[in-house]
């Protein structure tokens, strides 16, 4: 049975070897790997360094920084098998609010297809009505058939697709 679970150093091995599975430079969303210090996350001290920073960019009495909002990170496990990730943007900047959304996933390649991707956005909904959001956009490729159907069965209502710098996006609110 999956589990949303904080990052953790714990599971280090187990997430480097889903981080594997990806293409060299592949986007993960939800992962925050933008936060990731420069250096091998393979290093435990680099590693840890990386949780940390996840960790931390939830807390809204430190400063995020530029251009970065305030976001709660989590890993999508079953047992000590990291399956993936998803974040949950406390709040929405110009570019989250054309591109990202509030909340970003990614499921490791051999583990898709099985709803994860559904389950996941599904557990994170509550915590976003949690933090008095009232509704959620979420977004994807619009090539993305899977993602756009766990939106959906979350009860995404699309509100347009859009050229963006990133390619093409289907845009989704969710109302909580």
């Known amino acids: 049975m999956p589990e949303l679970i904080a990052p953790t150093s714990l599971l280090r091995s187990s997430w480097l070897a889903a981080w594997e599975e990806w293409p060299p430079g592949a986007h993960q969303d939800g992962t925050g790997l933008r936060l990731a210090p420069e250096g091998d996350l393979a290093d435990p001290e680099i590693f840890s360094e990386w949780v940390g ?15 970065r909002v305030h976001a709660t990170h989590w890993w999508i496990v079953e047992g000590d098998t990291c399956l993936g990730a998803i974040d949950l943007r406390h709040y929405l900047n110009a570019f989250l609010l054309d591109v990202g959304g509030h909340i970003g996933y990614s499921i490791r390649p051999s583990h898709r297809r099985r709803g994860l991707a559904s ?19 979420v977004t994807c490729d619009d090539d993305n058939i899977g993602s756009a159907r766990s939106i ?25």
């Open 53 to 67: 920073r996840l960790l931390q960019q939830a807390d809204r009495s430190v400063a995020v920084g530029e251009e």
């Open 119 to 137: 389950w996941a956005l599904g557990a994170v909904l509550p915590e976003a009505r949690a933090l008095g959001l009232e509704r959620v956009l």
């Open 152 to 176: 959906e069965r979350n009860g995404g209502v699309l509100e347009d697709v859009r050229t963006t710098d990133t390619g093409k996006k289907r845009r989704y609110w969710i109302t909580l």
